[in-house]
């Protein structure tokens, strides 16, 4: 049961935004994967596959935190039970929106796609608006100062570069 609450998250939320949308973008308009023809189209590619595969390194390491630590899912209808503060959540508040506008921004790179990287300049828009006004508020209901003191020392989406050492965790 636990693992089909988490696979049920993961289909719904990341897999939709990261694949089905791009999906949809590239028959839309036409976009298929192809080398790029010039040297700087080719070195933007590569680009754009070395911050697709941080993304997905980050996701996936977030996710595996999230689900050993924090007794949840990342839907909000199932939160975690507990505030995860290690592995990449030292680094960053939001690490799985993190890694998945990496991988947007990965997919529109490696694509050479405008509609993709409008995509991924969507999503990082309602993210950066629903996090702090909706997730954060119920973060700070559920976990109280302990959150309240993560937030003072843990950026929201851009990682910090040292890692923070929380006293209680």
Same mark, same amino acid.
């Given at each position: 049961m636990k693992l089909a609450r988490h696979l049920l998250s993961v289909a719904l939320l990341p897999f939709s935004v990261a694949v089905l949308v791009p999906l949809w973008l590239a028959r839309n308009n036409n976009i298929s994967p192809a080398i790029g023809t010039t040297g700087p189209q080719m070195l933007v590619q590569v680009v754009g596959l070395l911050v697709l595969a941080v993304g997905l390194i980050l996701f996936s390491a977030s996710l595996?935190?999230?689900?050993?630590?924090?007794?949840?899912? !990342?839907?909000?209808w199932d939160p975690p039970r507990r505030l995860v503060v290690r592995g990449p959540?030292?680094?960053?508040r939001n690490?799985?929106?993190?890694?998945?506008?990496?991988? !947007?921004?990965?997919?529109? !790179?490696?694509? !050479?796609?405008?509609?993709?990287?409008?995509?991924?300049?969507?999503?990082?828009?309602?993210?950066?608006?629903?996090?702090?006004?909706?997730?954060?508020?119920g973060l700070r209901h559920r976990f109280g100062d302990s959150y309240?003191?993560?937030?003072r020392h843990v950026p929201r989406l851009i990682p910090r570069f040292r890692p923070w050492e929380s006293e209680d965790h």
């Amino acid at each position: 049961m636990k693992l089909a609450r988490h696979l049920l998250s993961v289909a719904l939320l990341p897999f939709s935004v990261a694949v089905l949308v791009p999906l949809w973008l590239a028959r839309n308009n036409n976009i298929s994967p192809a080398i790029g023809t010039t040297g700087p189209q080719m070195l933007v590619q590569v680009v754009g596959l070395l911050v697709l595969a941080v993304g997905l390194i980050l996701f996936s390491a977030s996710l595996r935190n999230f689900v050993t630590e924090g007794e949840g899912t !990342l839907a909000p209808w199932d939160p975690p039970r507990r505030l995860v503060v290690r592995g990449p959540y030292r680094y960053v508040r939001n690490p799985m929106i993190s890694g998945v506008v990496f991988v !947007l921004f990965g997919e529109a !790179l490696t694509l !050479l796609s405008r509609p993709h990287f409008i995509w991924a300049l969507i999503f990082l828009a309602v993210n950066s608006i629903y996090i702090p006004l909706l997730e954060e508020t119920g973060l700070r209901h559920r976990f109280g100062d302990s959150y309240v003191e993560y937030c003072r020392h843990v950026p929201r989406l851009i990682p910090r570069f040292r890692p923070w050492e929380s006293e209680d965790h």
